[in-house]
């Protein structure tokens, strides 16, 4: 049963690479795809400002608070790629923060009510469809020294988000490690969700290397 599930999944992940190819090799989607992330970016970068006060951090710092923003401009690098079978570590770490930051960004709708939920849930759904969207192309990915950057810089960000802002932030996310549920809550589960991320990018290439060959 376990060879017939990867087998189907295998064939799922072949005919999406297909249909993905034929559709972004359409110039009109692609410039569609790079105006809306280029604008949902700034929109992001701008609310980071405003509202988070990321200006208030040192400027060393700006690059790794806001998350989602720099997720989705991140996928612009991935859409220009001619071949985008050449910057795959660089595609999975696109891939993983994508997928980090949408979830991450469900769990802070589920637990605070003070963001404008429909707004946010389905800009984040567009971002993770995004991230799903490089998975197919990861059928090359090898585990070597430039993955191995990928997964420290990964989780260095995890504990810079947990664990290393909060002498900076405004005081009502300093409290955040002060409810001991939720905070662990929120680390497990994002820690837990970046190494399953990982996991799942470097299995992609043994499985298309294993029924490849199957293929008329």
Same mark, same amino acid.
């Given at each position: 049963?376990?060879?017939?599930?990867?087998?189907?999944?295998?064939?799922?992940?072949?005919?999406?690479?297909?249909?993905?190819?034929?559709?972004?090799?359409?110039?009109?989607?692609?410039?569609?795809?790079?105006?809306?992330?280029?604008?949902?970016?700034?929109?992001?970068?701008?609310?980071?400002?405003?509202?988070?006060?990321?200006?208030?951090?040192?400027?060393?710092?700006?690059?790794?608070?806001?998350?989602?923003?720099?997720?989705?401009?991140?996928?612009?690098?991935?859409?220009?790629?001619?071949?985008?079978?050449?910057?795959?570590?660089?595609?999975?770490?696109?891939?993983?923060?994508?997928?980090?930051?949408?979830?991450?960004?469900?769990?802070?709708?589920?637990?605070?009510?003070?963001?404008?939920?429909?707004?946010?849930?389905?800009?984040?759904?567009?971002?993770?469809?995004?991230?799903?969207?490089?998975?197919?192309?990861?059928?090359?990915?090898?585990?070597?020294?430039?993955?191995?950057?990928?997964?420290?810089?990964?989780?260095?960000?995890?504990?810079?988000?947990? !664990?290393? /802002? %909060?002498? #900076? &932030?405004?005081?009502? $996310?300093?409290? +955040?490690?002060?409810?001991?549920?939720? !905070?662990? /809550? %929120?680390? #497990? &589960?994002?820690?837990? $969700?970046?190494? +399953?991320?990982?996991?799942?990018?470097?299995?992609?290439?043994?499985?298309?290397?294993?029924?490849?060959?199957?293929?008329?």
């Amino acid at each position: 049963m376990c060879t017939r599930m990867t087998a189907t999944l295998y064939q799922a992940f072949s005919s999406l690479r297909k249909h993905e190819i034929q559709i972004l090799s359409k110039k009109w989607v692609l410039y569609l795809l790079i105006m809306g992330n280029l604008i949902g970016a700034l929109i992001g970068f701008q609310y980071y400002v405003d509202v988070i006060g990321i200006t208030d951090f040192p400027p060393y710092l700006w690059i790794l608070i806001p998350d989602c923003p720099m997720a989705v401009f991140l996928l612009l690098g991935f859409y220009l790629q001619g071949n985008k079978q050449r910057f795959l570590n660089y595609n999975l770490f696109v891939f993983i923060h994508g997928i980090r930051g949408a979830i991450f960004t469900y769990l802070i709708v589920a637990n605070f009510d003070s963001l404008d939920i429909e707004i946010v849930i389905i800009g984040h759904t567009i971002l993770l469809l995004q991230a799903l969207i490089i998975l197919p192309f990861l059928k090359d990915l090898r585990f070597n020294k430039g993955t191995i950057i990928v997964i420290l810089i990964t989780f260095f960000n995890d504990f810079m988000d947990f !664990f290393g /802002f %909060f002498s #900076l &932030t405004p005081p009502t $996310l300093a409290q +955040l490690p002060t409810i001991q549920p939720m !905070f662990t /809550f %929120f680390l #497990l &589960t994002i820690v837990g $969700l970046d190494l +399953l991320m990982i996991l799942i990018g470097l299995s992609i290439r043994p499985l298309f290397e294993r029924f490849s060959t199957q293929d008329p």
